[in-house]
């Protein structure tokens, strides 16, 4: 079983930064496929972006690319998520999902076994 736990969400202005946290259990960190994902209000998930067990494959949605980074650092089980010229649409709850054997496209949902519960980010105008 792995547990994710998201971190570093917040209420910033827009131009501001954030960088969100996602601590993992499991002794396998380092095989793991990473994404982040996030739900607006009445709006469906959507994908934010993703990254390889190697870090060697990156992907981002076009919303979020040159704005937002993916990055992880398996000696300490943790992803990472650093969002930049924060705009009031990226207000959404963002998730982190992790899987071990994945099988597919990443940045698709249903690629990934395990879900962290959401940590909260608001851009204000």
């Known amino acids: 079983q792995v547990q994710l736990v998201e971190s570093g969400g917040g209420l910033v202005q827009a131009g501001g930064s954030l960088r969100l946290s996602c601590a993992a259990s499991?002794?396998?960190?380092?095989?793991?496929?990473l994404g982040w994902f996030r739900q607006a209000p009445g709006k469906e998930r959507e994908f934010v972006a993703a990254?390889?067990?190697?870090?060697?494959?990156?992907y981002y949605a076009d919303s979020v690319k040159g704005r937002f980074t993916i990055s992880r650092d398996n000696a300490k089980s943790t992803v990472y998520l650093q969002m930049n010229s924060l705009k009031p649409e990226d207000t959404a709850v963002y998730y982190c999902?992790?899987?071990?054997?994945?099988?597919?496209?990443?940045?698709?949902?249903?690629?990934?076994?395990?879900w962290g519960q959401g940590t909260q980010v608001t851009v204000s105008s």
């Open positions: 990254i390889t067990w190697s870090s060697g494959r990156i």
């Open positions: 999902a992790a899987d071990e054997t994945p099988s597919g496209y990443l940045p698709s949902p249903t690629v990934y076994e395990y």
């Open positions: 499991g002794r396998t960190f380092r095989s793991y496929a």
